[in-house]
């Protein structure tokens, strides 16, 4: 029994009389441990430095580190939040008087002409079904990312809307391609309303192109929006101006452009009809028209 207590005193001695210096180092390498055991990144710095017992120590550590569950990835077992796309149309740009719509009328149109729609993304299931998870206007040029678990629906799409092969308005000019400099050249185009049939999960859609605007190019420079495509004046003269008639101040040949654009409706089976989001710019053929300049000559009556 006496020589348990004086190994025990003697152990206590050795302890005590250890450098004040060697016991700081001992804390800072149990310190530098604790910070850098759990990120393995610095494990080999730290097996460099403090040698192989340490390192198989920092190892036991990191390998309990991994067993702990990471609560953070997501849980196969429960289904993925869905969501559902609509395509918000009612307000187009040139129409906000027509519709009582509250929009900026100094907003941008897209690149084609056409008026940006509004894509609304909202959550579908869970507890914040039918709330938007976010809306932005879009155009036909713009890469727009949605979320990949959207709830199919049978619905026509912007971009399918465009795909249909619908046909550009036809350019009439009175006369028919001639103007005189300074005259009032008489234009109008044709107003097709066309159909179309598709079947979207065996189920049989009608989809309707309506036109809504006309875009003008003169080709000397003037360009014109207007909202409807204008009619055929009869014992029209180039001196009487019309709503959809143009004059020229230079004589040479122009060409006339039109882009005619459409917005669409759809219906599933005999269902009602359902507004399309988005528009569709279609261009029509184009027509050249000759200008040419009267002169006045004086004659003299023999």
Same mark, same amino acid.
């Given at each position: 029994?006496?020589?348990?207590?004086?190994?025990? %005193?003697?152990?206590?001695?050795?302890?005590?009389?250890?450098?004040?210096?060697?016991?700081? +180092?001992?804390? &800072?390498?149990?310190?530098?441990?604790?910070?850098?055991?759990?990120?393995?990144?610095?494990?080999?710095?730290?097996? *460099?430095?403090?040698?192989?017992?340490?390192? *198989?120590? #920092?190892?036991?550590?990191? /390998?309990?580190?991994?067993?702990?569950?990471?609560?953070?990835?997501?849980?196969?077992? +429960?289904? *993925?939040?869905?969501?559902?796309?609509?395509?918000?149309?009612? #307000?187009?740009?040139?129409?906000?008087?027509?519709?009582?719509?509250?929009?900026?009328?100094?907003?941008?149109? #897209?690149?084609?002409?056409?008026?940006?729609?509004?894509?609304?993304?909202r959550y579908s299931g869970g507890d914040s079904d039918g709330q938007i998870f976010t809306s932005r206007l879009v155009c036909p040029e713009d890469n727009v990312e949605v979320p990949e678990n959207v709830v199919r629906e049978i619905k026509i799409t912007p971009e399918h809307f465009r795909r249909f092969p619908i046909l550009g308005s036809t350019i009439h000019s009175d006369p028919k391609q001639f103007s005189l400099r300074n005259g009032h050249s008489h234009m109008w185009a044709t107003?097709?309303?066309?159909?179309?049939?598709?079947?979207?999960?065996?189920?049989?859609?009608?989809?309707?192109?309506?036109? %809504?605007?006309?875009?003008?190019?003169?080709?000397?420079?003037? %360009?014109?929006?207007?909202?409807?495509?204008?009619? &055929?004046?009869?014992?029209?003269?180039?001196?009487?101006?019309?709503?959809?008639?143009?004059?020229?101040?230079?004589?040479?040949?122009?060409? %006339?452009?039109?882009?005619?654009?459409?917005?669409?409706?759809?219906?599933?089976?005999?269902?009602?009809?359902?507004?399309?989001?988005?528009?569709?710019?279609?261009?029509?053929?184009?027509?050249?028209?000759?200008?040419?300049?009267? /002169? /006045?000559?004086?004659?003299?009556?023999?």
């Amino acid at each position: 029994m006496m020589q348990i207590k004086s190994m025990a %005193v003697l152990a206590t001695v050795l302890i005590s009389a250890m450098p004040v210096q060697q016991v700081h +180092e001992r804390a &800072l390498i149990d310190l530098r441990m604790e910070e850098t055991c759990p990120d393995s990144v610095y494990e080999v710095d730290f097996t *460099k430095t403090f040698g192989e017992s340490i390192r *198989k120590e #920092c190892r036991t550590k990191l /390998k309990q580190l991994t067993d702990i569950p990471n609560f953070y990835e997501e849980n196969e077992s +429960e289904p *993925k939040q869905q969501f559902t796309l609509d395509y918000d149309n009612s #307000c187009p740009i040139g129409l906000e008087t027509t519709n009582g719509c509250d929009r900026n009328p100094d907003a941008r149109l #897209c690149t084609d002409g056409t008026s940006p729609y509004l894509l609304v993304i909202r959550y579908s299931g869970g507890d914040s079904d039918g709330q938007i998870f976010t809306s932005r206007l879009v155009c036909p040029e713009d890469n727009v990312e949605v979320p990949e678990n959207v709830v199919r629906e049978i619905k026509i799409t912007p971009e399918h809307f465009r795909r249909f092969p619908i046909l550009g308005s036809t350019i009439h000019s009175d006369p028919k391609q001639f103007s005189l400099r300074n005259g009032h050249s008489h234009m109008w185009a044709t107003e097709n309303e066309q159909t179309f049939t598709d079947q979207i999960d065996n189920t049989p859609v009608t989809i309707k192109a309506i036109p %809504v605007q006309w875009n003008w190019d003169y080709g000397d420079g003037s %360009v014109r929006i207007l909202d409807f495509p204008g009619r &055929l004046v009869p014992g029209h003269t180039l001196h009487d101006e019309t709503p959809t008639s143009h004059s020229y101040v230079q004589t040479g040949t122009f060409t %006339v452009t039109l882009t005619t654009i459409y917005r669409g409706e759809f219906r599933v089976g005999n269902g009602p009809w359902q507004p399309i989001g988005g528009q569709a710019a279609v261009p029509s053929s184009p027509i050249e028209v000759d200008v040419w300049r009267t /002169k /006045k000559e004086l004659i003299a009556n023999e």
